[in-house]
């Protein structure tokens, strides 16, 4: 029951009119009296203690049954009723109890959703509701309540929920009523309610609720005095201290809600902004970059003041831009273009920043950077072309590292060259700063990789001359960027053309063979031109099997062979060939990325096709040409040079004739062309492009008409023009006419012999003439010209002085050719004449060989031929220029070419370091030319390669850089055309051409070139040994460094048989030889040094010396194993010197004789003939010994060590001649069957000479694949250490020593053997068959030994000092080391993979040697000492059987050796290498 109603029902005063309210009423009966109630309280007023006998009444309607009534209509009229008792009763209301005040308000929270819906019919009580309650503050009496945040809470809520887009202002004013005065007039404001405030202003709540965000907005601004402190409280919590509320829905959105609260009142945020300071810095990577994304928008707003006003958080953000993490560099950056379109005076500050991260190692960091800048290009051109340096950073990011980063930079600058090319009223300064974009778009074809290259074909065509413009606008682009682009870029262009014109040849052929009938023949030669065509596309292989794909498609439908074909037609016109690619496309599937078959053949249309220019297209260029060569007023409209508009125009047309010749051969293009030959300067190029059209197609045959008008002029122009003229006249009139070419060029030959006088004017131009006529058309008047080439430009010109004793005053060594003489500048056309008249004979060999001797003569004459001392050192160096160019220029035909000989070949390197700069800089460039240009058959020949050599002591590093990069291109060339025809199947084919174009072969030149070098006089000077090896390095190191194929043995093959000739121009003299053989040696140490792979491969090709250069010995069995420079261009001495990252890594376990002093032992020169050094492979000196000692633990098989070469002769480093006793005086026994095993030795290498050794006993040298065995070694080594020693007398201390180590080793002497111990005979090797060598046997009585364990004959002696009587020292165990590969008695790989344990049957068992004593300070060179004690008996025995186990088990699981060179030690290894 009601809570007062039953006792005070009947006590209940109601207003006057008002019937009782009670609860046995009726909802209907109910609702008319609460209106009626309703009504007169709001006609109230609010006079004091006036309606003191209604509160009971009050208290009555806030009962619970009203309160909770089922009916809204009771529930609203009971809430206005209740509202108007708060009004009237105000400030003291009838509601005492808390309790009951907090159901109460609650209760009219609950009404005012009735809000919510303006359409309601009741909305206007509820309206009058919301409006009495903000009247009178209502909610106001809530503050004296200890829960009164929850009821706030709830009536924020909703509001925020209820309001809506329906409602009127009226409706929002009193809601903001209602709610300012809660949070103003409060003494405090929680978190819940601040988060039930500051929700609404942050996403997802600011976009899925706009009233909402606009009511907190307001309420905000409204209440921000208030709210400050409290909000400042909060990030205080968050921002500083950490310790965020989890449970508020803000505390999650920290940054947003600053951002926002900076846009809706930043007042607010006075005392929290500068907190951000410390985010900035934190630890925290997350937290960091959250407070640089929340800075970056607030700074980077337009209108945004807080960079001035918040200098030192401005200064910190800017410090984020090095942040160490990527993703705050990229968030920096990403914000840049906001703040350099937005405020100008934070431009400076950030293009500082950009600058450093332009070079930023993260690649992400300088892709936005490069997107920043050029965005905002994009957006206003002007701040970029205000600060330069933005600009600058986009050019250097061209040449970035990563294509990604490339390509943005290149399309961006595209972009902004195209936006503001077409717009035509353009700011200077605008103009200005965009004149470098095209040229350097056009600099990035240079980029090696083909993408670039693709990408500025794009460019091209839809950027810098858009294709889609009309066809007089796409002209005048054409020539505004042809015109105005620098020397590098037009370079880029007119290989581009040319790229794209061997791709389109490559594309006809493919379309060629699609027509034809399908057989295995035609499907092959299909495969390899798709193959060829698939390396003109990114990744070949997958292109290869999208082209693959795409024939296949074209070969089942005609219709798309036939659109393929139209759009190779070379006459196709610009809009055809766009129509018809769109239509090839759209076949191919949808435009998508992900299909990778339409992007292929897009990237190949792109390659291919012609829509930059047509017929019509050139008949506007050539107009416009003419206009400029005029000096019409096209020049200033394009803002061309008016000193070079029409040369640049003719060049532009020249390029395009050699591309798109079909599109010049119509009638009215050549007649306009021939109407250009009466204007001045012009003949040369308007001539070069007539006679590309004819090489397409005669105008002889096409349009004998303007044959018969051209005809005449180029006559004229070979007698009265100049020498250019002259000369693209004759070649113009070779290519167009196809009759009467007899009849055409009698005259001209007429007008040659009458000009061909001294004293005529047109002399010059009659030389030239007579050159090209003689190589154009060599069989119209060859004897005519034969005879007055003879009398007219040998006698009367070149060899006659007609300075009539003047001397040419030019006071430098040097002077460009127009100011030469006339006389001289005859003589150089003279030179060339000659040059062209043999290259048009080919094979008057007669005539070649008296050329090339005149031509000799003078270079040897360094150009004064007469030697009459008339010349100036000018006119001398441009004549030994001309003669050498010319020489060069023969060379390249074959026939012709080949009649010098190996002095003149000589002679003519001499200008590679001729003593003026110009003449070796232009002799190197015209070296250049002619050894890369149509590889192989009209290039210059292998030889010359080896000029390139002498470049390495060029003084002046520009120039020896140049020189480098041309050698570097021509091998590259050779390589790759190599490589072309060895992929076509032409096998046989290549390998025949293998020894004249493989750039390997360039070393057999360079060593007679520099062996003949006049700065090379004596192969005993350092310094000119040095300067040899710096020349050879310079050529080796491409050679070596830098192929993939590279094979060590072959090129340590190579310079052994070059050694083992003499010269071939001075067999007989010594000085000669030895420069020959010394350059040698410093190659084999350089090979040997250098080579950082020393796995021997299959040579590519047999080594070959040319007898031009070498003359072989009376003697055909000549090893030259003698030395010939000394000790430090040795391949010891090199070795020496490896860096750190090259030395083999220390044992772990250390030798006992490491610790001796490694430079105790003499060194005497080899220089000396002195055979007290003897090194061979496996046998260094202790330096290097010593290093290598390092390189294996003790318990490492010595066969896993690798060793340095296998041959005697690859090390040259021997004092003298080397000599191994002959077989028959050998200590160990040699089979009969040695004889047969040496007889088919010889059969595969050349038999050593003998000699006779210093004991009168014949003696066998090396040969290249045999080595001594150790005993003879050491008998050699101690023999010669003996007769040393009895030269010096040992000193008291040094005799002492040796006392002392006689006692030693007679003590060692004592020591019993072992009874399992028997003597067996030595082999090499591992249980395998061996080639018959000097060292090896051909039958042993005991089992061979494993390769794991040395072995050991008799006792063995401690080795110290040799005695003063002994003459041959004990043998010592020998292992052998890695042969080299093209050793043609190597094992079968059978007997290689034999297995250990058959290896291991048989072996006698090894009892180790003794450990050595201390090395004296001057031991014998080859000293051996073992490492254990005989005297251990059994122990050592069973040690030595617990290190076979483990070696023997670790032969399989160890990987081969090592290529690298490894230095064994001499005490370490006595093996001696097989």
């Not at 410390?278 to 945004?304: H, Q």
């Not at 095209?438 to 858009?466: A, Q």
């Not at 297209?617 to 060569?629: D, H, R, S, T």
């Not at 005993?1271 to 003996?1282: L, V």
């Amino acid at each position: 029951m009601p809570r007062g109603v039953g006792e005070g029902s009947t006590a209940l005063v109601y207003p006057s009119g008002c019937r009782e309210v009670k609860e046995d009423l009726s909802p209907d009966e109910l609702i008319r009296r609460l209106k009626t109630l309703a009504h007169t309280f709001q006609s109230m007023g609010q006079d004091e203690g006036a309606y003191h006998e209604f509160v009971p009444l009050a208290l009555h309607l806030a009962s619970e049954y009203f309160l909770l009534h089922p009916s809204k209509d009771v529930q609203l009229l009971i809430a206005c009723c209740i509202a108007d008792v708060l009004r009237v009763y105000a400030p003291e209301a009838p509601y005492k109890d808390p309790e009951q005040v907090k159901e109460i308000f609650m209760f009219l929270i609950k009404q005012l959703s009735g809000l919510k819906d303006p359409k309601d019919p009741a909305f206007k009580r509820y309206f009058y509701l919301l409006e009495n309650l903000a009247y009178v503050k209502s909610f106001n009496m809530c503050f004296e309540l200890d829960d009164c945040q929850e009821i706030f809470c709830n009536l924020f809520q909703l509001m925020f929920r209820i309001v809506n887009d329906e409602h009127s202002g009226k409706v929002k004013s009193f809601m903001l009523d209602v709610l300012c005065p809660l949070i103003t007039e409060s003494d405090s404001v929680s978190n819940n309610l601040l988060d039930t405030i500051l929700i609404n202003i942050v996403e997802p709540s600011k976009s899925t609720k706009k009233n909402a965000y606009l009511l907190a907005k307001e309420l905000i601004v409204k209440c921000s005095d208030t709210l400050e402190s409290y909000i400042q409280t909060f990030f205080n919590q968050v921002l500083i201290l950490g310790q965020p509320n989890k449970e508020l829905s803000i505390s999650g959105k920290v940054y947003d809600l600053i951002y926002e609260l900076n846009h809706i009142c930043p007042t607010v945020l006075l005392a929290v902004l500068p907190q951000l300071e410390f985010k900035l810095k934190s630890p925290d990577e997350k937290e960091r970059l959250g407070a640089v994304s929340l800075l970056a928008r607030m700074f980077s707003e337009k209108d945004s003041t807080l960079a001035i006003h918040h200098r030192p958080l401005w200064q910190a953000f800017l410090g984020r831009y090095n942040d160490i993490s990527v993703a705050i560099r990229t968030k920096c950056v990403q914000y840049s273009m906001h703040f350099l379109l937005n405020h100008p005076e934070l431009r400076q500050d950030i293009t500082q920043t950009l600058k450093l991260r332009q070079h930023d190692a993260e690649e992400h960091v300088r892709y936005e950077v490069v997107m920043a800048i050029v965005a905002t290009a994009k957006r206003d051109f002007s701040v970029v072309s205000d600060s330069e340096d933005l600009l600058d950073f986009v050019r250097e990011r061209t040449l970035d590292k990563k294509f990604k980063i490339r390509r943005e930079a290149m399309s961006g600058l595209a972009m902004i060259y195209k936006a503001h090319l077409m717009e035509q009223d353009v700011p200077e300064a605008t103009k200005k700063a965009v004149t470098w974009i095209k040229d350097k778009i056009l600099h990035c074809y240079y980029m090696p990789g083909l993408d670039d290259k693709l990408m500025v074909e794009k460019l091209l065509n839809t950027c810098l001359v858009p294709f889609t413009l009309p066809t007089d606008e796409r002209m005048k682009k054409l020539y505004y960027l042809l015109g105005t682009v620098d020397e590098n870029a037009t370079k880029a262009f007119i290989e581009l053309q040319k790229l794209q014109l061997s791709i389109r040849k490559l594309v006809s052929e493919v379309l060629d063979l699609q027509n034809k009938n399908a057989d295995d023949e035609r499907d092959k030669e299909l495969n390899a031109k798709i193959v060829q065509l698939s390396k003109h596309l990114p990744e070949p292989v997958k292109a290869h099997e999208f082209l693959r794909k795409f024939s296949a498609h074209m070969s089942k439908d005609s219709s798309l062979l036939q659109m393929m074909e139209t759009v190779m037609n070379p006459s196709v016109s610009c809009k055809t060939c766009s129509d018809v690619m769109s239509q090839i496309l759209k076949r191919l599937g949808q435009p998508v990325m992900t299909n990778l078959y339409y992007n292929t053949v897009k990237m190949l249309l792109e390659r291919t096709s012609s829509v930059m220019v047509d017929h019509d297209a050139i008949k506007v260029l050539v107009g416009y040409v003419e206009q400029c060569i005029k000096h019409e007023n096209l020049m200033e409209e394009l803002h061309l040079n008016p000193q070079n508009a029409g040369e640049r125009g003719l060049n532009l047309l020249k390029v395009l004739a050699f591309v798109f010749p079909s599109h010049f051969l119509h009638e009215d293009v050549i007649a306009h062309l021939i109407s250009l030959l009466d204007l001045d300067d012009v003949a040369p190029l308007v001539l070069t492009i007539l006679t590309l059209i004819g090489k397409f197609k005669p105008i002889g045959e096409a349009f004998p008409d303007l044959m018969r008008t051209l005809v005449p002029k180029c006559q004229q122009l070979c007698g009265t023009g100049g020498p250019k003229d002259a000369k693209h006249a004759i070649r113009c009139l070779f290519h167009n006419t196809i009759e009467n070419m007899e009849g055409v060029f009698s005259k001209i030959m007429e007008q040659i012999r009458d000009n061909l006088d001294p004293s005529n004017p047109h002399y010059l131009t009659a030389i030239v003439a007579l050159g090209h006529l003689a190589y154009n058309a060599p069989q119209t008047f060859p004897v005519i010209v034969k005879n007055t080439i003879s009398r007219k430009i040998v006698k009367e010109l070149l060899m006659k002085d007609r300075s009539d004793g003047r001397y040419h005053d030019c006071p430098d060594n040097w002077c460009k050719e127009e100011d030469l003489p006339h006389d001289t500048i005859c003589k150089l056309k003279g030179l060339k004449t000659m040059a062209l008249w043999l290259l048009g004979l080919k094979d008057d060999t007669v005539s070649a060989f008296k050329t090339f001797r005149m031509i000799d003569a003078f270079i040897v004459n360094k150009g004064d031929l007469l030697e009459e001392n008339r010349l100036s050192v000018a006119e001398k160096s441009w004549l030994r220029l001309g003669a050498g160019c010319a020489m060069l220029k023969i060379c390249e035909q074959k026939g012709v070419g080949d009649q010098f000989n190996a002095t003149q070949f000589f002679n003519l390197s001499q200008l590679m370091q001729d003593e003026v700069p110009q003449v070796r800089e232009r002799f190197a460039t015209k070296l250049h030319q002619g050894l890369s240009r149509r590889i192989p058959l009209k290039c210059l020949p292998l030889d010359f390669m080896g000029y390139y050599a002498l470049a390495g002591a060029e003084p002046d590093i520009k120039l020896r850089k140049a020189i480098q990069e041309y050698m570097v291109s021509d091998i590259q060339r050779r390589r790759d055309y190599i490589k072309a025809v060895t992929l076509s199947g032409s096998v046989e084919r290549a390998l025949n051409q293998l020894p004249h174009l493989m750039p390997d072969f360039m070393l057999v030149f360079a060593v007679p070139v520099l062996a003949h070098d006049p700065e090379f006089r004596a192969p005993d000077n350092k310094i000119q040994l040095q300067r040899v090896q710096k020349c050879l390095w310079f050529i080796l190191e491409p050679l070596m460094m830098r192929n993939d194929n590279y094979c060590f043995g072959f090129y340590k093959s190579l310079i052994e048989r070059m050694k083992n000739h003499f010269d071939a121009v001075n067999p007989t003299d010594d000085l000669t030889n030895h420069k020959l053989w010394a350059v040698c040696d410093i190659a084999m140490g350089l090979v040997m040094s250098k080579t950082t792979n020393y796995e021997m491969k299959k040579y590519p090709t047999m080594p070959r010396v040319p007898p031009m250069y070498f003359k072989r010995g009376d003697d055909p069995n000549y090893i030259n194993h003698k030395v010939y420079v000394p000790l430090e261009f040795t391949v010891q001495h090199m070795k020496k010197n490896v860096t750190p990252t090259q030395a083999p890594p220390k044992s772990k376990r250390k030798n006992p004789n490491d610790s001796q002093d490694s430079n105790s032992i003499d060194v005497v020169s080899p220089m000396q003939t002195s055979d007290t050094k003897i090194q061979l492979p496996g046998f260094e000196d202790e330096d290097s010994s010593q290093a290598a000692a390092s390189t294996a633990s003790d318990d490492e098989p010595v066969a896993k060590k690798p060793c340095l070469t296998s041959s005697a002769s690859s090390t040259p480093t021997t004092s003298s001649t080397v000599k191994v006793m002959p077989v028959a005086n050998r200590k160990y026994g040699q089979q009969k069957g040695d004889a047969k095993r040496g007889r088919a030795r010889k059969s595969q290498s050349p038999s050593p000479s003998r000699e006779d050794d210093e004991d009168g006993k014949s003696s066998q040298e090396i040969d290249e694949d045999e080595i001594p065995s150790s005993d003879e070694i050491e008998r050699r080594a101690t023999k010669s250490y003996n007769r040393k020693r009895k030269q010096q007398p040992p000193t008291e201390e040094e005799s002492d020593k040796e006392e002392g180590e006689e006692k030693e080793a007679e003590k060692s002497e004592t020591v019993e053997e072992p009874e399992e111990v028997k003597p067996v005979t030595k082999t090499r090797g591992r249980a395998r068959k061996q080639p018959l060598t000097a060292v090896n046997t051909t039958k042993s009585p005991t089992p061979p030994l494993s390769d794991t364990e040395p072995e050991v004959t008799e006792p063995v002696k401690k080795r110290g000092r040799p005695r003063k009587d002994s003459t041959t020292p004990t043998s010592t165990p020998s292992t052998p080391s890695t042969s080299n590969s093209n050793d043609k008695d190597t094992k079968s790989s059978d007997e290689m993979d034999e297995p250990a344990e058959k290896r291991k049957r048989g072996r006698p068992k090894v009892v180790k040697e003794p450990e050595p004593e201390k090395v004296p300070e001057k031991p014998a060179p080859v000293a051996k000492t073992t490492r254990k004690s005989v005297s251990n008996g059994v122990a050592a025995k069973e040690e030595e059987k617990k290190e076979d186990k483990k070696t023997t088990g670790r032969k399989k699981e160890e990987p081969p050796a090592s290529a690298a060179p490894v230095r064994h030690s001499t005490r370490q290894t006595r093996q001696a290498s097989s």
